[in-house]
């Protein structure tokens, strides 16, 4: 376990002591894995993972943890489209920005210090801004080249 887990895990173990909730095996080993995975996870992958290791956890409990590990401030949820969510650790989640691909949906992440600076010294009336996600919608490069070419077809037909 690097220092990364190790500070989350003592976040989560302050958060569920200043909560007088349980101290369970089953919530740190789910935690575990999602540390393991460092990026963006939706329930199945998570399960997925924990089946792979012989972890037999319950879609409820998953579903229960990511609610506990939300209310704790440790893990962020992504609506990148009606359909498509994604939770991913808050501190690897501020380290970068997503551009999603509107068609196929692919996520790709990248990073720009001068759009984060700027988000961070921009000043609010009346709101203190304490989090951020932010998402650029478009097309992945394999898409645009796909409809391009469908479009190019259609045309000589
Ligand atoms: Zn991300
Ligand atoms: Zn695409």
Redesign the pocket.
């Known amino acids: 376990m690097g220092l990364f887990d190790t500070k989350i895990r003592d976040a989560f173990t302050q958060f569920l002591t200043e909560k007088s909730l349980r101290k369970s095996t089953v919530r740190y080993m789910i935690l575990e894995h999602i540390c393991q995975i460092r ?2 996870f939706d329930v199945e992958m998570l399960l997925q993972r924990l089946e792979g290791n012989n972890f037999h956890v319950s879609r409820a409990s998953v579903y229960n943890m990511i609610e506990v590990l939300m209310e704790a401030d440790l893990v962020v949820r ?1 609506q990148f489209s009606s359909t498509l969510v ?1 939770y ?1 650790l808050k501190a ?2 501020t ?4 551009a999603v691909c509107s068609n196929c949906r692919k ?1 790709k ?1 990248f990073k720009n210090d001068k759009i984060s600076k700027e988000i961070a010294n921009h000043k609010m009336v009346k709101f203190t801004p304490e989090y951020y ?1 932010l998402y650029i919608y478009g097309l992945c490069s394999k898409c645009k080249f796909r409809l391009n070419l469908q479009k190019k077809e259609k045309k000589n037909k």
């Open positions: 990026g963006h992504h994604n991913e690897v989640a380290t970068h920005h997503h996520i992440e996600s």
